[in-house]
């Protein structure tokens, strides 16, 4: 009798017999879906390039429409591709701070006056005699229209490009930012992501212990639950100091390589000559004189500050495990942000009045329509990078 085949006897042996009594194959191992295989993160750099480039739009107008669509587009992009990350909850801060800034400008124009004639009036305050060397300033009197309006308008400003800053806080890793950097700022970039990631973990730990005061019945609101959640917040906030210090103490922080002294001076060279240069190229772009020699000394100025970084990480010993790479999706997104800004500068050139809608005869503004398609293009990263990774269920 020939032998059996080894195969055949691993396949047999692997069978079950079931209930009925008929054979059932093994189970074999879950295999996931296409789905839910893991992609590689957006390059943190790209996301904050994206935000800068919107708030660098909201800098060009103070029409209300284009600079609310400005905030639905960040907005739009942090719910749909913010991480489950507690770094990544201080967009909620963002936004209420920039409410507060609309408030304050608006109570400060209320009380203070402003400087914008108006013919229609919402009320009179009671107005406060001042001394002649307080001439300018006014406490109470007429509150205009005109003035609220140029207030809400200048102010708005200011609260989207506070929000673009918070949509790059919530949507950019700032460990892997860290990472990222050139090795010449790899302290001042320690410094930074250490004061970034210290508000969304002091407001994760303030929401926690609210919540856990709320489970026991104790009040956690008026100045009581403030002080009572106060003292708790700062032990945490001493504890992550102190362990903070530690890891970096165990791996070296601060560890400088011995370079020649010619490369230390050719570094402090470039890098002082290239701010110069940005600066003096800056300058003269901002100048009608300068227009000629603004753009070539802005980029030998960036190209001199960029060797003088590369020369300059040369004394940071430093490795990094699996760098992020800028691949083709960082590109599109910040060529997204950039486009935004782009669009948005030349429409401020070529239709001021379409993106400064004035308040002097008050009339309500417009939405101009190749602006307002050009901030749509600011929502290409939520079609383009992968969606934030979520817990999958383990099969039971």
């Known amino acids: 009798m020939p032998p059996a085949n ?21 189970a074999s191992a879950p295999t996931p879906a296409p789905h839910q295989r893991r992609r590689d993160p957006v390059h943190p750099g790209a996301w904050w390039l994206w935000a800068l480039a919107l708030g660098t739009a909201a800098t060009r107008t103070t029409n209300p429409l284009l600079l609310a669509l400005l905030i639905t587009v960040s ?44 013919t229609h009036t919402l009320l009179t ?43 790059a806080n919530a949507l950019a890793n700032p460990s892997r930012l860290l990472k990222s950097l050139p090795g010449a700022l790899y302290e001042m970039g320690v410094a930074v992501v250490v004061a970034l990631t210290f508000a969304p973990n002091l407001i994760a730990d303030v929401q926690r212990l609210r919540a856990a005061r709320r489970l026991r019945g104790r009040p956690d609101h008026g100045v009581r639950g403030l002080l009572q959640v106060g003292l ?33 001076r050719t570094t402090a060279a470039l890098t002082l000559g290239g701010l110069l240069g940005v600066c003096a190229g800056t300058y003269g772009l901002l100048t009608a004189a ?16 960029l060797a003088g970084l590369w020369l300059g990480g040369r004394r940071t010993v430093r490795t990094r495990y ?17 486009t935004v800004a782009a669009l948005l500068f030349l429409a401020a050139a070529r239709d001021p009045a379409a993106l400064h809608p004035g308040v002097v005869p008050l009339v309500a503004p417009s939405l101009p329509l190749w602006p ?25």
Request: proline share 9%.
């Open 6 to 26: 080894p195969a055949c006897s691993r396949a047999a042996g692997a069978a079950r017999v079931g209930a009925g009594g008929t054979l059932s194959a093994p």
């Open 75 to 118: 907005a739009y992009v942090v719910i749909t591709r913010r991480p489950h990350a507690p770094w990544s909850r201080s967009y909620g801060a963002f936004v209420k701070l920039a409410l507060a800034v609309l408030l304050i400008r608006i109570l400060f124009t209320t009380v203070l006056g402003s400087p914008i004639p108006g």
């Open 125 to 167: 305050l009671p107005e406060v005699p001042l001394p002649d060397w307080a001439q300018g300033i006014r406490l109470g009197g007429r509150v205009t229209a005109e003035g609220l309006t140029f207030a809400l308008y200048d102010a708005m400003k200011l609260a989207t490009l506070l929000i673009c800053v918070g949509a």
């Open 232 to 264: 708790p917040v700062l032990e945490g906030a001493l504890e992550r100091s102190v362990a903070l210090a530690a890891a970096m103490d165990a791996r070296g922080y601060g560890r400088t390589a011995q370079v020649p002294a010619r490369v230390r």
């Open 290 to 305: 300068g227009g000629t020699y603004g753009i070539p000394v802005l980029l030998a100025g960036v190209a001199a500050a």
């Open 322 to 338: 699996r760098p992020d790479r800028w691949d083709a999706r960082a590109w599109l997104v910040t060529a997204s942000g950039a």
């Open 372 to 396: 307002a398609a050009a901030v749509l293009v600011g929502l290409l990263p939520a079609f383009l990078t992968p969606a934030p990774e979520t817990a999958v269920k383990e099969p039971s």
